[in-house]
C-alpha cells in the first residue's frame, strides 16, 4: 500500500502553466467615444475649414429649408445655414462648458483640501455649509447669480456654472486630503516651511487628482446641459450668439413649422457629446477603482 503510493506520488504529472495573453492596450478603454469625441472638437476648432456658410448671416429667402445639397443640415427660422451654425456654435457650447470645470475644479479643490486639513471644529463648519449649499437645486442658483449680474454673456455663463457645481467634489477631495494629510513627505514639507498653497499642489492633488477625474469630466457634461438648458428657457445667452442651446431654444417655432431638423440635429449633436463624456467619465471611475482595490 505504501510504495503504490509512493509510486503514484512519483509519476504525477506537472501541470502546464499557459501564459497569458497580452492585455490589449484598447481594453476597457472608451476608445470609440474618445474618438468621436476628438472628432467633434476638431471640427469644431476648425469651423472655418469645414463651414459652408456664414453662420451668422439671415438668408429671408431660404429660411425654414429642409436639408438639401446647398444647406446639408438645413436653415432655420431666420434663415441661417444649420451646419455651419454646430460646428461655430459647438467650440462656444464647448469652451463654456471648460470654463466652467476649470473654475468649479479650482474651487473644490482649495475648499475640500482646506477642509481636510483643518481643526475639526472648521472641517465641521465647512462641511455643514457644503451640505447647505448642495441641498440648493443647481439651477435655480444659477438663475439666481445670473439674474444679479445681468445680461448673460460667454464669460458670465461659465462663472456662475462653476461656482455653483464644486460640491461633490469638495467632500470627495476633502475625504482625500484627510486620509495621507499626516503622511511623512507631507509632515516633512511642512516642516521645511512650505505653505498650504505649495503642499496642495505639490503633494496633495498628485494623489487624490486621479479620484476625482471622472468627476471632473462629469462637470463639463453638466456644464454644457446647463447652458442648454438655460438657453432653452429663453434665459440664457442672446439668440445671436450661437451655441448648441441657443439653436434648441428655437425648438418652438420649430414644431409649429414642421421643421424637425432644428430640433434634431443640434440636439444629437449635443446629445453625442454628452454620452462621450459620460462614458470617458465612467472609465476614469472605474480605473480609479480598480488602482484602489490593488492597494
Not at 473654475?103 to 475639526?120: D, E, K, L, Q
Not at 439651477?139 to 464644486?166: D, K, P, R, Y
Request: hydrophobic share 50%.
Amino acid at each position: 500500500m505504501t510504495n503504490s503510493l509512493f509510486e503514484f506520488a512519483g509519476n504525477k504529472k506537472t501541470e502546464t502553466i499557459i501564459p497569458k495573453a497580452k492585455k490589449k492596450w484598447y481594453k476597457n478603454k472608451p476608445v470609440v467615444s474618445i474618438a468621436i469625441l476628438v472628432l467633434i472638437i476638431l471640427g469644431c476648432l476648425g469651423a472655418e475649414l469645414i463651414m459652408t456658410k456664414d453662420p451668422t448671416y439671415m438668408d429671408l429667402l431660404n429660411y425654414n429649408k429642409a436639408p438639401d445639397k446647398e444647406f446639408l443640415f438645413g436653415t432655420d427660422t431666420m434663415g441661417r445655414d444649420i451646419f455651419s451654425m454646430i460646428w461655430y456654435g459647438g467650440r462656444i457650447s464647448i469652451l463654456i462648458g471648460g470654463l466652467a470645470t476649470v473654475i468649479s475644479t479650482f474651487i473644490a479643490v482649495v475648499v475640500g483640501a482646506f477642509s481636510g486639513v483643518a481643526p475639526a471644529w472648521l472641517d465641521e463648519l465647512i462641511m455643514r455649509f457644503t451640505e447647505i449649499f448642495l441641498s440648493i437645486p443647481t439651477l435655480l442658483l444659477i438663475i439666481l447669480l445670473q439674474a444679479i449680474m445681468g445680461n448673460a454673456n460667454v464669460l458670465s455663463l461659465s462663472f456662475v456654472i462653476g461656482v455653483t457645481s464644486w460640491t461633490s467634489i469638495a467632500k470627495v477631495v476633502r475625504t482625500e486630503v484627510r486620509q495621507i494629510r499626516n503622511s511623512e513627505y507631507i509632515i516633512a514639507a511642512k516642516c521645511m516651511g512650505a505653505g498650504f498653497f505649495r503642499v496642495l499642489w505639490k503633494h496633495l492633488v498628485p494623489n487624490f487628482f486621479s479620484s476625482i477625474m471622472f468627476m471632473v469630466v462629469m462637470n463639463v457634461r453638466t456644464a454644457m446641459i446647463s447652458e442648454a438648458t438655460l438657453s432653452f428657457m429663453g434665459i440664457g445667452l442672446p439668440i445671436e450668439v450661437i451655441t448648441w442651446g441657443s439653436m434648441l431654444s428655437l425648438s418652438d417655432k420649430a414644431l409649429m413649422t414642421g421643421s424637425w431638423w432644428i430640433i434634431l440635429i443640434p440636439g444629437l449633436f449635443l446629445i453625442a457629446t454628452v454620452l462621450c463624456l459620460t462614458n470617458i467619465g465612467n472609465a476614469c471611475r472605474e480605473q480609479a477603482n480598480r488602482k484602489e482595490s490593488n492597494f
